[in-house]
């Protein structure tokens, strides 16, 4: 099957260190175990390729014309005209089996490529973009961005949400029979069971992403310390970088427990692995938000490594976490109760092991990326190459 994979958000550096970049490499590899043959798309290449998808013959990528640092209002009207360059690489290279595309805010040329000549086309919609940039980065055209949105989405063929949030958004432009819910999931191959055999003296406590203001961080810098008056071997370790990174520092140094943590900056991808190898439990402590639509990779990926998980009782977490089954929930926001729950499972490393092993036995049978790509084929019609 010849697969075309679409993304023209200039936000996203595909073979980048970003979860949104490890999305787009992940469905790739995915969708090429299906005997897909991808020629991708993109605004922003992100650098050299992983080793695995570089060494693949049938992956070709097609850059589009890059997004210049001007001022926004100009940036909106060039993304918008990359929709003509789009379709005429599309339109010269043809004979596609299957369109995918990962929403981004000015993009609506290749779906409407794919109804008009008749082929599958499937867009991947994350977040609602239009608030999400509105309200985070900036957005001058708010009415060209709602006009795009009611094109792409009225014209792809299905859409993948990857939450129930993000579906109830979609809701809004298209009839609900035409979403599908697909979360997010992992790659097993870069996961190995944690081996608390191997664990240090210390207690360590652990975070991977961006450093952003939705991701909590004060929420576990108080609980932290807060652990640390009854721990004193509990350790910190932040893996990833990002704009919160100077008020969480200098939040810890004020506690006096910059000793006790350790920032890694950003990572490539094929790293993180080696970093939750380091951790004995792992935390996602969002903070309440009316409007949390996300499907938080990290968390995925925690439960793959075998790790014990605390995370916040919110939006998708609560249907993918059994509370002291497979992780810990807390309240959003509530630092005293992470710190409780990070001393409970100091206190018993059984609990740690048994939670861990819960954790990846479940991913690792309803949350991988090549279940993902079976869905992604069966919802296009597409079985064996042969299109129903």
């Not at 004979?95 to 000015?106: K, P």
């Not at 370790?237 to 100077?246: K, M, N, S, Y």
């Not at 497979?326 to 959003?332: Q, R, V, Y």
Request: charged residues 20%; proline residues 6%.
């Amino acid at each position: 099957m010849r697969v075309a994979y679409v993304c023209a958000d200039a936000g996203i550096p595909i073979f980048g260190q970003k979860g949104c970049s490890i999305h787009v490499q992940e469905v790739i590899r995915a969708l090429q175990k299906q005997s897909c043959e991808i020629e991708l798309f993109a605004t922003r290449i992100g650098g050299t390729a992983p080793t695995d998808l570089a060494n693949i013959a049938n992956i070709i990528v097609h850059q589009l014309p890059g997004i210049p640092k001007v001022e926004r209002a100009i940036r909106e009207q060039i993304s918008l005209g990359i929709n003509s360059d789009l379709r005429l690489y599309l339109q010269e290279l043809g004979n596609f089996d299957l369109i995918y595309e990962r929403y981004s805010l000015w993009s609506y040329g290749a779906m409407e490529f794919a109804k008009e000549k008749g082929i599958p086309g499937l867009l991947e919609v994350n977040s609602p973009l239009i608030t999400e940039q509105a309200k985070h980065r900036g957005l001058i055209d708010v009415d060209s961005a709602e006009k795009v949105a009611r094109r792409v989405f009225q014209a792809a063929t299905a859409l993948i949400a990857v939450s129930e949030e993000v579906k109830t958004y979609l809701m809004n432009y298209v009839d609900s029979s035409k979403v599908h819910v697909i979360p997010n999931a992992v790659n097993p191959e870069r996961f190995s069971t944690i081996n608390t055999s191997t664990q240090s003296e210390n207690f360590t406590v652990g975070f991977v992403g961006t450093l952003k203001p939705w991701h909590g961080l004060p929420i576990l810098t108080e609980a932290f310390a807060r652990l640390h008056q009854k721990v004193p071997n509990a350790r910190l370790l932040i893996v990833g970088d990002g704009p919160e990174r100077e008020n969480i520092e200098a939040e810890l140094s004020a506690r006096g427990l910059d000793a006790d943590t350790q920032f890694t900056g950003a990572v490539n991808p094929d790293q993180v692995p080696e970093f939750l190898a380091k951790m004995d439990v792992a935390v996602a402590p969002y903070p309440a938000q009316s409007d949390f639509y996300f499907s938080p990779l990290k968390v995925y990926e925690y439960m793959a490594a075998g790790l014990p998980v605390v995370v916040s009782g919110i939006g998708q977490l609560v249907d993918l976490i059994e509370p002291g089954v497979n992780g810990i929930l807390c309240p959003p926001g509530d630092a005293i109760a992470l710190a409780d729950a990070l001393e409970k499972l100091w206190r018993s490393p059984e609990l740690r092991q048994n939670l861990g092993q819960a954790a990846r036995q479940k991913v690792l049978k309803y949350h991988t990326w090549d279940a993902i790509a079976q869905q992604i084929l069966h919802i296009a019609g597409l079985y064996g190459g042969v299109r129903r």
